[in-house]
């Protein structure tokens, strides 16, 4: 069965630190994969997505990276964190026309 | 590019009711999803439904496509059916983008 790991669960960072944040999938090949982050309240904005190694569409101009390396890891970066990067971030894969979400990291900058 | 809203924005019952969550969107799809997030924010797809009718158990959900709006039927709410509800939709290619949710708490 297809499963998506996300680490780690929480974090908490000072502002101007870097960021890297990991989903893996297993079971599957060649997902789409999404990164989605989740404020204080309840939407959830779509930051980046990937239909294959190498390939990121981006959603939001900010400070944040989304990487490809290989086909089922999504990787979400930062050089240098700012206040509003807190929330909570959620990576997802579609199979089919179903998203599926991992557990979540949430993200404090301090 | 594509709106969607939901509704209402916060519902709280007592268990046992009923309640019926809504989901309006500004352009046709071809795909429509409903998700409930628990209050410790896992994210749980209770149904893949573009068009007609699903149920599933207490829930049941209907989208009528040519009027660009969904609802999702909650029967004899359980405290465990508290948390918040989304739908979500295709906006152009492989994007797919959220409602703001309808958060719903269920009193024992």
């Known amino acids: 069965s297809q499963t998506i790991h996300q680490w780690p669960a929480t974090l908490v960072q000072p502002v101007g630190s870097p960021l890297s944040l990991e989903c893996t999938v297993e079971?599957?090949?060649?997902?789409?994969l999404y990164w989605y982050r989740q404020a204080a309240g309840r939407g959830l904005q779509l930051l980046f997505y990937?239909?294959?190694?190498?390939?990121i569409s981006s959603e939001v101009p900010q400070n944040l990276s989304a990487s490809r390396p290989q086909d089922r890891q999504f990787i979400l970066s930062s050089k240098k964190l700012l206040l509003s990067d807190s929330g909570f971030y959620l990576c997802?894969?579609?199979?089919?026309?179903?998203?599926?979400f991992g557990p979540g990291t949430r993200l404090l900058v301090l | 590019g594509i709106q969607v809203e939901q509704s209402p924005p916060d519902l709280i019952l007592q268990e046992g009711a009923n309640s019926t969550l809504r989901c309006n969107f500004s352009?046709?799809?071809?795909?429509l999803q409903w998700f409930h997030q628990n209050p410790w924010g896992q994210l749980i797809n209770l149904f893949y439904?573009?068009?007609g009718t699903k149920q599933n158990g207490r829930l049941s959900a209907t989208t009528v496509a040519t009027e660009r709006y969904s609802l999702l039927y909650i029967s004899s709410s359980q405290t465990t059916d508290s948390g918040v509800y989304f739908c979500?939709?295709?906006?152009?290619?492989?994007?797919?983008?959220f409602g703001k949710g309808t958060r719903l708490h269920i009193l024992p």
């Open positions: 439904i573009p068009s």
């Open positions: 990937s239909v294959g190694i190498g390939q």
């Open positions: 979500a939709v295709p906006a152009g290619g492989d994007k797919i983008i």
């Open positions: 079971g599957t090949s060649n997902p789409n």
């Open positions: 997802a894969w579609l199979q089919g026309k179903t998203q599926y």
């Open positions: 352009d046709s799809v071809n795909n």
